[in-house]
């Protein structure tokens, strides 16, 4: 391997031109000498991606006819680099997000620091406050309602997760990963078409022999999901259909019946109690819960999340019986105060 190994950054474009002009703009910052950019746009509808091509002429402009999704779009541009054989790494970075001058340098010289070392991520913070933990490793525990869980998720950085080494798995929004690696075990799985591919991916390669590595001294941010806002029905219904399918694939026979139910059904009726005032997060929830069950993958048709038949009925039973629970609770609540406030204070 030379000096300086060399890396194809791949940015996915969809509608997102403030967001990718940044993200492109600290790439352009890097000091890393030996990198490719790709920016691939998904059928953006705005000209962002003509407008980005203009701006940002030395970097790889690839349009797509149709909008592939996070898996499509970056599959489809894995393979190509890998295919071409002179890449030796791959840097998958989320539109949304934005790296420190040195970040690309850090990974790469945790990766070459360990034969071993399949991926690598960085330290993450929210874009908004930019010293608020996002990511800073990431956690599986099956037994828990739902299983994967980001280390230092919204905890002030004061360097308490700045230790590098192994962790469970690391995030699609900017993950390094070797190209022996992707030769080894394949891309991200399009049955997932979002949420929990990357989880699938690093549990796949660690199947494999491989390491994921947290490096903390490179650094990103990331504004979350503009495409796929926090709270949309999309997301309710992927996260928890996604995490039971990482169950089902992941665990033995026996152990994966209990955490399927865990990570998809049981965590999404949990939350559904919760969001019964939201009629669209409800049904996508319990839509996510059914196919969770029945095992179904792939992208959901646009429009379509919370809108099957047998969801409507469902909903239709569980919605009475959650909403009566709500407003008896309520009701004890005000008693239990007004009996609070009459009670006669100590002299």
Request: charged share 20%; hydrophobic share 45%; proline share 6%.
């Amino acid at each position: 391997m030379s000096a300086s190994p060399a890396v194809a950054v791949i940015v996915l474009n969809w509608n997102g031109l403030e967001d990718t002009r940044a993200c492109l703009a600290s790439l352009a910052a890097q000091t890393y000498p030996a990198l490719r950019m790709i920016v691939v746009d998904n059928a953006s509808e705005d000209g962002s991606g003509a407008i980005l091509a203009r701006e940002f002429p030395a970097f790889t402009h690839v349009p797509n006819s149709e909008n592939l999704g996070f898996t499509g779009g970056n599959n489809a541009a894995i393979a190509n680099v890998i295919t071409e054989g002179d890449t030796d790494f791959v840097l998958l970075l989320n539109n949304d997000a934005t790296l420190a001058p040195d970040a690309v340098a850090h990974l790469v010289e945790a990766a070459q620091s360990d034969p071993r070392a399949g991926m690598v991520g960085p330290k993450i913070f929210y874009a908004d406050p930019p010293d608020l933990l996002w990511y800073a490793g990431g956690a599986i525990n099956f037994g828990e309602r739902f299983p994967f869980r980001h280390i230092g998720d919204n905890e002030p950085d004061r360097g308490q997760y700045d230790t590098p080494g192994e962790t469970d798995f690391l995030t699609g929004c900017c993950l390094l990963v070797r190209a022996e690696t992707v030769r080894g075990v394949g891309m991200l799985d399009p049955a997932f078409g979002y949420y929990g591919e990357d989880v699938d991916w690093c549990l796949r390669a660690k199947q494999a022999g491989w390491q994921m590595l947290y490096e903390p001294r490179a650094r990103a941010w990331h504004r979350i999901s503009r495409s796929m806002a926090r709270g949309s029905v999309q997301r309710f219904y992927y996260a928890y259909r996604n995490a039971a399918l990482i169950a089902r694939r992941h665990l033995a026979p026996k152990p994966a019946a209990g955490a399927v139910w865990r990570a998809g059904a049981g965590a999404a009726l949990h939350h559904y109690h919760f969001s019964y005032q939201d009629k669209a997060e409800r049904r996508a929830l319990l839509e996510g819960a059914w196919h969770a069950v029945s095992g179904r993958t792939g992208l959901a048709a646009s429009g379509s999340v919370g809108a099957a038949p047998f969801t409507l009925l469902l909903d239709g039973l569980l919605y009475p019986p959650t909403w009566l629970l709500w407003r008896l609770r309520a009701f004890a609540k005000r008693r239990s105060g007004r009996a609070e406030a009459s009670r006669p204070t100590a002299t």
